[in-house]
């Protein structure tokens, strides 16, 4: 049996329009919603349009594809699940990124600071000084400047800052409190530090001293004597590193006023460490030198002069002579010796020759154990005795040079002392030799004379001494025999 379907053949158009509306605007862009506004206000339907992305496929199916008769109440088997796709869940889709500021808008200083709490820096006049300013942030490209503060009258005019790397340096010329700015610039943003730098007093330079004042004219003066020990310490400040002290003496010194180059005795040396001279000298006299201390950039120097007296006598050492001769020996610590004015040799002797009526003279020189004279004796000069009492002692010059007269022939021994110390040494005195002449007698009137002592030839004492003399003579030639 059959019968009209116009309430089914209307919803299938209903259906097949909408199915047409919804393709046409998907591929036109025009809202699945405007389609559906266009349907027949009395056709109703249960099937709920899809959303245009899920409708997309849906108009691109065959048109030949069967359409439902029946609403869902009415096919068999219950109601069915809608075949309308759900919209996708919009929390599962990733967002694209926001695009990056290209303003630099966060562009920061590592070390922030305001104008009322700058960044604190500090340096020392005359020492090179050095900052790098860090940013984070800033589209890629941060440039760097540096400017005065407002609040500051002082500008940075002793620094700059590398445009690129934010690197400030400069060396300070004055001491005191500065304050100026560095900006960073990157895209359309600024930004800027508070500095203020804190600039010392350059560090004063070692001035090194000597705790003693002295100078070339006025010394420090030591006094010893020979072989006593010198023991006094020289000490120097104001070195920031470690001193180093010298003794300088000789041509590689520093000359002094009066003395052609400083001069330090054998035996005197100065510790490197301790600045402490000492030793003991021998040597008598006046010395002067420098004691040097040192850190190898700057030096101070002590002007030293030292007075060495010789030590108490311990030997004389006498220079004789027999004057008219031009003969010299000497005597002393090495006993009796001959020497020569050609040569520095000496001939060791037993005694020192000299004619009968000679005179010999005596140079006194007291020494001490190192060879110094000793000539200060408080007055006290030396004495010369020997042991022939008729010898002829005196001091015609100065009570240093004696001359001794021998008016008799025989052996005699010449004593010197001085302070408790003497010297004696030996003098062979050998007569004077007679001259022998020829007698003539003389014929007269009988009261002949010899010729050679004018006496008469009839006088028995005259024949007395004449034979003496030949005696005399004879006597000599053969004690110079028994000598040869």
Known sequence: MSQPCTSTTRRVA???????????????????????????????????????SAATPAASASPETPVPTDTPDEQPGGPTTDPTPAPADESETPLPAAPAADDGS??????????????????TAGTPFSHSFETTGGNGTVGYAIQDAPSSAAGPSDYSVNVETGVLSGTPTDAGTFRFE???????????EHVELTVSPAAEPDVITFDEQSKPESPIRIETTAGDTVDRTFTATGSSSELHYILL??????????????????????????????????????????????????????????SIRPAATAHLELLIGVIGTGQA???????????????????????????????????????????NPTEDHDGTTPTVTSSVSSDEV??????????????????????????????????DVQPAAATIGTTTPTVGSGTGTLAYTGAETSGPLAWALALLGIGGGLLVHRLRRRRA
């Open 14 to 52: 209903a259906i097949g329009a909408a199915v047409a509306i919804v393709a046409a605007s998907s591929a036109l862009g025009i809202g699945a919603t405007t389609a559906v506004a266009a349907e027949e206000p009395t056709a109703t339907s249960t099937v709920t349009p899809a959303a245009t």
């Open 106 to 123: 966060d562009l920061a200083f590592t070390e922030p600071s305001t104008a009322d709490a700058p960044l604190v820096l500090t340096a």
């Open 182 to 192: 560095v900006v960073a610039l990157s895209g359309s943003t600024q930004i800027t």
């Open 249 to 306: 003496s000789g041509p590689t010194a520093f000359p002094v006023p009066g003395n052609a180059y400083p001069t330090a005795p054998a035996g005197l040396s100065v510790d490197e460490a301790t600045g402490r001279l000492s030793g003991a000298p021998t040597q008598a006299g006046e010395w002067d030198f420098q004691v040097m201390a040192m850190n190898g950039a700057r030096a101070a120097t002590q002007y030293v002069h030292l």
């Open 329 to 371: 020996w000497q005597a002393g610590e090495h006993g009796l010796r001959e020497i020569f004015a050609e040569s520095p040799d000496a001939n060791p002797v037993d005694a020192v020759p000299a004619a009968q009526g000679a005179t010999m003279s005596v140079r006194v020189t007291p020494l001490d154990a190192y060879g």
């Open 394 to 427: 005196s001091f015609p010059s100065d009570p240093w040079n004696a001359r001794v007269g021998f008016p008799h022939a025989s052996p005699h021994t010449i004593t010197v002392a001085l302070d408790g110390v003497s010297t004696s040494f030996d003098v």
